[in-house]
């Protein structure tokens, strides 16, 4: 008897846990400094956030400059000599400017360099040239460099928090890409 009535209880338990686990964390007062693949924000205090459609509408009307934060992964240090790097390609939103590395939550200054020149190379150095940041679904680093680019003095940042996991799932299309240089 006592088994028929904790069912509907247990059941009830498990419908509620994942709906819990999948709330929005708020906004932090800083930048994110670890666990950078993690549940993000619903918001980004003074950027407009966008869903996979928004973003979609924006890159065909060819309205902004898309930038792509995603980690580059560096040539581990160790590999016996002789042996042959080849980078991991990136497929990235189509005309996408990728500056890797740019969204941790501290950057060294030739990495903050870095993301203001790229900036001001992307938009022609046009501060309210409307600007979408994006990396990777549940990625800080795109949130912590749409944040940046806001200190910086960029006005019309959106935040693209599905990345190019929320590009693909919509079958858009992708291409190879290249880091900007330094």
Not at 4 to 32: D, M, N, S
Not at 157 to 179: K, M
């Amino acid at each position: 008897m006592m088994w028929k009535l904790a069912r509907p209880i247990v059941a009830l338990l498990l419908l509620t846990i994942p709906a819990h686990a999948q709330e929005k964390p708020p906004e932090p007062e800083g930048y994110r400094t670890d666990n950078y693949r993690a549940p993000v924000p619903a918001t980004l205090t003074g950027a407009r956030v966008l869903a996979t459609e928004d973003a979609q509408a924006i890159w065909r009307a060819g309205r902004a400059v898309f930038i792509d934060v995603l980690p580059r992964p560096p040539k581990p240090p160790n590999l016996p000599e002789g042996t042959i790097w080849r980078d991991k390609p990136r497929s990235n939103i189509p005309g996408s400017v990728w500056l890797p590395d740019t969204g941790y939550g501290t950057l060294a200054a030739a990495t903050e360099d870095y993301l203001r020149e790229g900036l001001a190379r992307a938009t022609g150095g046009d501060k309210a040239k409307q600007v979408v940041i994006y990396c990777l679904a549940d990625c800080w680093m795109s949130w912590n460099a749409a944040k940046r680019a806001l200190s910086y003095g960029y006005s019309n940042v959106a935040w693209y928090p599905d990345g190019t996991d929320g590009w693909q799932r919509a079958n858009l299309p992708v291409e190879d890409s290249q880091p900007l240089p330094h």
